[in-house]
């Protein structure tokens, strides 16, 4: 069976970690400055090991599992199409994704391909993560990414608890296809999977950051889809580049996993814009006018976590 990594098993880890050094141990804002500088200084290493990457054109599949509106919909594949359109403004969604091409092989272009309605729940509310492996075989392309999304009302073996998101791969005859999962978590456990658009369970109740999208359930699975689209590219079939036991691995953006803008530290995401007409907070600008937030990732030239601003 096809291993799967889990996002955010490491993010609620390192979320209730972080949170929990923060509220037994709150700095001045110029020691927690000079914290994250000794910190940002060491080099993270993560090793390439030699297996297969997805490069070039990189088709996604979208499965929509249960009830998503147009506009839910629409923030998403707008996101997916913003990763290689050069037409938005810096800092850009796209110029984010340009990290992947200093991963060995070249650049991951991304395209939008089929998308599956599933609005009838057709395998029920209840979903084990068999059925996730299921659902994500349905548009039937060998050789893609299927991105399984569910909706706010599905809920998932491990969600919340362990993982907000996976991905895994696939297998037909000798071809392999990788597969990511995020769920909805506006009502079962927005605290835990979309941080930092919603209080944090653990930890100080700092006032969150407003959702770009105006949808904090949406935009927090874009933080998601982000984490592992990026992850799934860059270490698809368990050869790529981690760090870490290759069953519970740190990968590209989840070993940065909490840090969104300069100057992070733990229950701080980092400094970031702020749109002044509707103060949502925001990293990079993507299609049609779209604002997204979006995780620091690994930069193999620097052996450090990047971040757009």
């Known amino acids: 069976m096809a291993p799967k990594y889990g996002f955010c098993c490491g993010f609620l880890m390192c979320l209730s970690y972080c949170l929990l050094a923060s509220s037994l141990v709150r700095p001045s804002m110029a020691a927690a400055r000079k914290l994250s500088a000794l910190v940002e200084e060491q080099p993270l290493p993560m090793k390439y090991h030699n297996g297969a990457l997805l490069k070039g054109n990189v088709t996604v599949n979208l499965v929509w599992y249960g009830s998503f509106s147009a506009a839910q919909r629409s923030i998403i594949v707008d996101f997916l199409e913003s990763l290689n359109s050069r037409a938005p403004p810096a800092p850009s969604v796209g110029s984010w994704w340009k990290t992947t091409e200093k991963y060995h092989g070249g650049s991951s272009a991304v395209v939008v391909g089929k998308q599956v309605l599933n609005e009838r729940y057709s395998l029920g509310k209840l979903l084990k993560t068999n059925h996730l492996k299921a ?84 935009d927090g699975m874009v933080i998601t ?30 070993a940065c996993t909490g840090v969104f803008g300069s100057g992070a530290y733990p229950g701080y995401p980092g400094r970031v814009l702020e749109d002044k007409s509707s103060g949502a907070s925001y990293n990079a600008h993507g299609v049609n006018g779209r604002e997204y937030l979006l995780p620091a990732m690994w930069d193999p030239q620097t052996s450090a976590c990047a971040t757009l601003v």
């Not at 889809?225 to 036991?245: D, E, H, K, S, W």
Request: charged residues 10%; glycine residues 12%.
């Open 135 to 218: 659902l994500a075989s349905k548009p039937n392309l060998v050789g893609t990414v299927t991105v399984l999304l569910t909706a706010k009302d599905v809920a998932v073996e491990g969600f919340c608890m362990s993982r907000c998101g996976t991905h895994g791969w696939t297998r037909s005859g000798k071809t392999r296809s990788a597969y990511v999962w995020v769920g909805n978590s506006e009502t079962q456990c927005p605290g835990q999977c979309a941080w930092p658009f919603h209080q944090p369970i653990y930890g100080p109740q700092t006032p969150p950051l407003v959702a770009p999208n105006g949808d904090v359930g949406v």
């Open 225 to 254: 889809i982000a984490t592992l689209l990026a992850n799934t590219v860059t270490n698809p079939f368990n050869g790529g580049y981690f760090q870490g036991p290759p069953t519970a691995p740190l990968e590209a953006v989840s």
